[in-house]
């Protein structure tokens, strides 16, 4: 199965070592038949969000730790570029995110983004063959 992960949840994965989001990555890291999709924009949000003031003051990562554990993503996922589509989301970092799935061939989006759980980015990800699943789902899925 091909798996992309929302921001959100590559941050979770990175600050909550124990965490529902790591578990996932975990899965999928050690697995044969999953892949996680990756791309640069997402390596880049990723990137600026571990960097912020407010997740550092709670989350102490250095600069060389958010730079390692993006190489590790990049290093475990499937790199691919995003391909421009007509807005599906109002967000242009969400869109980001469903242009990179589209591109990736992904199978699931997983996400705690509720724009992503509206009626028509709903429609349009299922014309791609694309579910959009929470962590809990998601993992639910993979253990399964």
């Given amino acids: 199965m091909r798996v ?3 921001t959100n949840l590559l ?3 990175a600050i909550t070592p ?3 989001a790591r578990e996932i990555l975990r899965l999928l890291e050690a697995s044969d038949d999953h892949v996680l999709v990756i791309s640069p924009h997402l390596l880049s949000e990723v990137s600026d ?3 912020r003031d407010r997740i550092r003051a709670r989350w102490p990562l250095t600069d060389e730790e958010v730079r390692l554990y993006c190489q590790h993503l990049a290093r475990i ?3 691919v570029p995003s391909q421009p ?3 599906v989301i109002q967000d ?3 869109q980001a995110v469903i242009e990179a799935a589209v591109a990736g061939g ?3 989006i997983c996400t705690l983004d509720k724009h992503f759980f509206t009626a028509p980015v709903q429609l349009f990800c299922a014309a791609h063959a694309i579910r959009i699943m929470n962590d809990a789902d998601l993992l639910d899925c993979l253990r399964a």
């Fill in 11 to 13: 941050v979770r994965a």
């Fill in 49 to 51: 969000v571990l960097r």
């Fill in 77 to 79: 996922g499937e790199e």
């Fill in 92 to 94: 242009p970092k969400d």
């Fill in 18 to 20: 124990h965490g529902a």
């Fill in 106 to 108: 992904v199978v699931v």
């Fill in 4 to 6: 992309l992960l929302d």
């Fill in 85 to 87: 589509l007509a807005a």
